[in-house]
């Protein structure tokens, strides 16, 4: 249901649209990504500001857990511009609704994998990264977890106080 080169706004408006309802009702897991999408939004021509991706990006999370469905989401390695941040907005919020993450920029990090993934193409990993990446998916479904069955808060938070607190 994604869109290249759209950030999470249109993630959030692929999960209230009629035609997905059923697909979604009868998905055992529901992976997103639009860390780098969101990271070259806020530095390009149309330089959306970390609050207004992090305001984004608090609905679509919050529609997600509404799902009530397993959730996996998917943090790929882009280290440019506004990365950190908008990549801690994404784990905040993963820890907030208890959704699975795999961060593959934190494990580029750790084993000095950034500058072989700025090789080829910054802007998608490998494909046969990719590849491996969703054939361990696949295979591990049992391991994925649903989400919290509560959370403190279900408000919009007021994103410059938020984003001060990450």
Sequence with gaps: ??????????????????????????????????????????????????????????????????????????????????????????????????FNIIDMQSYYEKVDLVEFGEKADPSHPLPSIMKLLGRSIITSLGDFHLPKNSISSMTIPNSKFALQKI
């Design 1 to 98: 249901m994604a869109l290249g080169s759209c950030t999470s706004i249109q993630n959030f408006y692929e999960i209230k649209r009629e035609r997905n309802q059923e697909i979604l009702k009868n998905a055992e897991l529901i992976i997103t990504e639009s860390n780098i999408n969101e990271i070259n939004h806020s530095n390009s021509i149309r330089n959306l500001s970390t609050h207004l991706i992090y305001y984004n990006l608090c609905f679509f999370y919050k529609e997600l857990y509404f799902l009530k469905k397993k959730i996996c989401v998917c943090i790929l390695p882009y280290p440019h511009a506004d990365y950190k941040i908008i990549n801690n907005v994404h784990r905040k919020l993963c820890l907030k609704y208890g």
